[in-house]
């Protein structure tokens, strides 16, 4: 068997007996057991290797329920197989347009079979006018459970995770048994898990990296306590979370920006003193994106009433082309930020870091970044510049990975793509830089706005832009127009509840645009103000910069002339 599987079965077998996952919250809770959930995981195994499951074959997944996913996931892995979590529709999906879509994904990953568990149940007649081939999963727990787990080679396949971009042209990275051991090993030394005493708690998607691999993955594997339950139970009322890590005793968590900054708004309105007990969590971790430092200070001053350490906040850096994480800030230290001058930054692409007593601090004369860490054991990083030379400590350039839980490569609609070059690097596509070793991001590279010589990074635009009232959390967006040539400008596109008074749209418009004006010294070429929902999101929730200036081109180039 392989590191990972055997490391899975042990865990079952061992400490998987006492701790287990409650699923089912907050209306119908149930606790099962890891060794529960393994004899379940047999049984589907059984049932797939007798319906004709070979080692190596793909297998895709579409249910919500954490309940369902835990065995089928496993059963999976026990019978030599590899999982994709498919992305699923939502109350606005256009179904046909998904099952097109989704056609695409199973060729692409060479897929003949699809498991279906609720509440996703309901689209087996879609699926079976497309001629996907499917399984009910509930029906698999009656199936002879296998008598043991196919053995497979650390190269083998174990997750093909797709990737947050265009359904229209899908791609899934790779992710070995050995990578995804390698990563999972080297994530539960870097935040000190005691498995018997940790409590996880997660609402976060088992269909991206950080909800699937993070927290199912690890905690089955190493037999974690797990509180788990969905996005849409989260997104119904958002203090479920910390009601559920109150209630049990939660001390590992996870979440991007927009959660923290609401969850603290709405704990900063609660009244009574004594309704949370946030006293053991000592890991909040946040990793999806730039960390927002505003997000944080309303989350943690929230927090602190209810007794809740503010170095709980644990930045990290991550992503599936290195299975999941790649570098943790150092435990139990909180948000550090490193800050630096703007114009040597965007001007010359070096982080000349300002001193805490330099009056600057504080004015828009600085950048402020989150300190994300060293890299995990295993994996190495390094900085280069456009001509992939190495760059010296505090210059800007591309980060790029080596290591054993990166990637060999993507499955993409013409085939399978290499990742890595002679070398074993991987190029990210981030922007970044190091400092005493540890990393730092400034942004995407196609996502930087470039004008009059500076490098303008977009999160300092949709900060300055969320900072005005009336625009919603999370949700402005700085996006590139003419990007490359000698006009090229940006625009800002943002979602308000106020959005159809025309006055009111006016008005934070003109207050945006100031407001960006005096962050990044330009100002934009427009400002567009949208109904809530309006932003096209990947399925982890994160703003898509590029598909929010192709769908609202026309409304942009309308708000510039009016």
């Given at each position: 068997?392989?590191?990972?599987?055997?490391?899975?079965v042990a865990?079952a077998?061992?400490?998987?007996?006492?701790r287990?996952?409650?699923?089912?919250?907050?209306?119908?809770?149930?606790?099962?057991?890891?060794?529960?959930?393994?004899?379940?995981?047999?049984?589907?195994a059984?049932?797939?290797?007798?319906?004709?499951?070979?080692?190596?074959?793909?297998v895709?997944?579409?249910?919500?329920?954490?309940?369902?996913?835990?065995?089928?996931?496993?059963?999976?892995?026990?019978?030599?197989?590899?999982?994709?979590?498919?992305?699923?529709?939502?109350?606005?999906?256009?179904?046909?347009?998904?099952?097109?879509?989704?056609?695409?994904?199973?060729?692409?990953?060479?897929?003949?079979?699809?498991?279906?568990?609720?509440?996703?149940?309901?689209?087996a007649?879609?699926?079976?006018?497309?001629?996907?081939?499917?399984?009910?999963?509930?029906?698999?727990f009656?199936?002879?459970?296998?008598?043991?787990?196919?053995?497979?080679?650390?190269?083998?396949?174990?997750?093909?995770?797709?990737?947050s971009?265009?359904?229209?042209?899908?791609?899934?990275?790779?992710?070995?048994?050995?990578?995804?051991?390698?990563?999972?090993?080297?994530?539960?030394?870097g935040?000190?898990?005691?498995?018997?005493?940790?409590?996880?708690?997660?609402?976060?998607?088992?269909f991206?990296?950080?909800?699937m691999?993070?927290?199912?993955?690890?905690?089955?594997?190493?037999?974690?306590?797990?509180?788990?339950?969905?996005?849409?139970?989260?997104?119904?009322?958002?203090?479920?979370?910390?009601?559920?890590?109150?209630?049990?005793?939660g001390?590992?968590?996870?979440?991007?920006?927009?959660a923290?900054?609401?969850?603290?708004?709405?704990?900063?309105?609660?009244?009574?003193?004594?309704?949370?007990?946030?006293?053991k969590?000592?890991?909040?971790?946040?990793?999806?994106?730039?960390?927002?430092?505003s997000?944080?200070?309303?989350?943690?001053?929230?927090?602190?009433?209810f007794?809740?350490?503010?170095?709980?906040?644990?930045?990290?850096?991550?992503?599936?082309?290195?299975?999941?994480?790649?570098?943790?800030?150092?435990?139990?230290?909180?948000?550090?930020?490193?800050?630096?001058?703007?114009?040597?930054?965007?001007?010359?692409n070096?982080?000349?870091?300002?001193?805490?007593?330099?009056?600057?601090?504080?004015?828009d004369?600085?950048?402020?970044?989150?300190?994300?860490?060293?890299?995990?054991?295993?994996?190495?990083?390094?900085?280069?510049?456009?001509?992939?030379?190495?760059?010296?400590?505090?210059?800007?350039?591309?980060?790029?990975?080596?290591?054993?839980?990166?990637?060999?490569?993507?499955?993409?609609?013409n085939?399978?793509?290499?990742?890595?070059?002679?070398?074993?690097?991987?190029?990210?596509?981030?922007?970044?830089?190091?400092?005493?070793?540890?990393i730092?991001?400034?942004g995407?590279?196609?996502d930087?706005?470039?004008?009059?010589?500076?490098?303008?990074?977009?999160?300092?635009?949709?900060?300055?832009?969320?900072?005005?009232?009336?625009?919603?959390?999370?949700?402005?967006?700085?996006?590139?127009i003419?990007?490359g040539?000698?006009?090229?400008?940006?625009?800002?596109?943002?979602?308000?509840k106020?959005?159809?008074?025309?006055?009111?749209?006016?008005?934070?418009?003109?207050?945006?645009?100031?407001?960006?004006r005096d962050a990044?010294?330009?100002?934009?070429?427009?400002?567009?103000?949208?109904?809530?929902?309006?932003?096209?999101?990947?399925?982890?929730?994160?703003?898509?910069?590029?598909?929010?200036?192709?769908?609202?081109?026309?409304?942009?180039s309308?708000?510039?002339?009016?």
């Amino acid at each position: 068997m392989s590191r990972f599987v055997d490391t899975l079965v042990a865990s079952a077998t061992g400490r998987g007996q006492q701790r287990g996952m409650v699923t089912g919250e907050p209306k119908e809770p149930v606790r099962r057991t890891w060794a529960e959930v393994h004899e379940q995981a047999l049984r589907v195994a059984g049932g797939l290797v007798e319906g004709g499951l070979v080692p190596g074959n793909a297998v895709a997944v579409l249910a919500g329920a954490p309940a369902l996913i835990a065995p089928t996931v496993q059963a999976v892995w026990l019978a030599g197989g590899s999982v994709t979590m498919l992305h699923q529709p939502t109350q606005r999906t256009d179904l046909a347009e998904w099952a097109e879509d989704t056609v695409k994904v199973l060729g692409m990953i060479g897929s003949e079979l699809v498991l279906l568990g609720e509440p996703f149940d309901q689209l087996a007649p879609v699926l079976e006018q497309r001629g996907i081939g499917f399984k009910v999963i509930s029906e698999l727990f009656d199936a002879e459970p296998l008598s043991e787990p196919v053995s497979v080679a650390e190269d083998a396949l174990a997750l093909l995770q797709l990737t947050s971009g265009s359904t229209a042209d899908p791609k899934a990275v790779q992710i070995t048994h050995g990578n995804l051991y390698s990563n999972i090993k080297a994530m539960a030394d870097g935040v000190k898990f005691d498995f018997d005493v940790d409590v996880m708690v997660s609402w976060l998607p088992t269909f991206h990296d950080m909800g699937m691999v993070g927290f199912l993955t690890v905690p089955m594997t190493f037999g974690v306590e797990l509180i788990k339950i969905t996005p849409v139970e989260f997104l119904t009322g958002p203090l479920i979370w910390p009601e559920l890590i109150s209630r049990y005793g939660g001390t590992v968590t996870a979440a991007p920006n927009f959660a923290y900054a609401i969850v603290g708004r709405r704990m900063a309105r609660v009244e009574d003193d004594n309704a949370y007990d946030l006293s053991k969590l000592r890991i909040a971790l946040n990793g999806a994106e730039p960390v927002d430092e505003s997000a944080v200070a309303t989350f943690t001053e929230a927090g602190a009433r209810f007794k809740m350490p503010a170095e709980c906040v644990f930045p990290a850096y991550g992503m599936a082309e290195a299975t999941l994480a790649v570098s943790f800030a150092p435990l139990f230290t909180g948000l550090t930020l490193d800050v630096v001058e703007a114009d040597s930054l965007e001007s010359g692409n070096e982080a000349i870091p300002v001193a805490e007593n330099d009056p600057r601090r504080g004015t828009d004369d600085v950048r402020s970044f989150a300190i994300l860490g060293p890299p995990l054991d295993g994996l190495e990083a390094e900085i280069v510049d456009d001509k992939g030379t190495v760059l010296a400590e505090r210059h800007v350039g591309e980060i790029r990975l080596r290591g054993e839980a990166v990637t060999p490569g993507y499955l993409t609609m013409n085939g399978p793509l290499a990742t890595q070059d002679a070398e074993g690097w991987l190029s990210t596509g981030d922007l970044g830089y190091l400092t005493d070793g540890m990393i730092v991001i400034c942004g995407r590279q196609k996502d930087v706005i470039i004008m009059g010589g500076r490098n303008i990074y977009p999160t300092d635009i949709e900060r300055a832009a969320t900072s005005v009232d009336g625009v919603r959390a999370g949700n402005a967006v700085a996006v590139r127009i003419d990007a490359g040539s000698r006009r090229e400008r940006f625009a800002v596109v943002l979602e308000s509840k106020l959005a159809g008074d025309a006055d009111a749209e006016r008005i934070i418009a003109k207050e945006v645009a100031a407001r960006v004006r005096d962050a990044v010294d330009m100002r934009p070429f427009a400002v567009v103000v949208l109904p809530a929902g309006s932003l096209p999101k990947t399925p982890s929730g994160k703003v898509k910069r590029a598909a929010t200036a192709t769908q609202y081109a026309d409304k942009i180039s309308k708000n510039a002339s009016s």
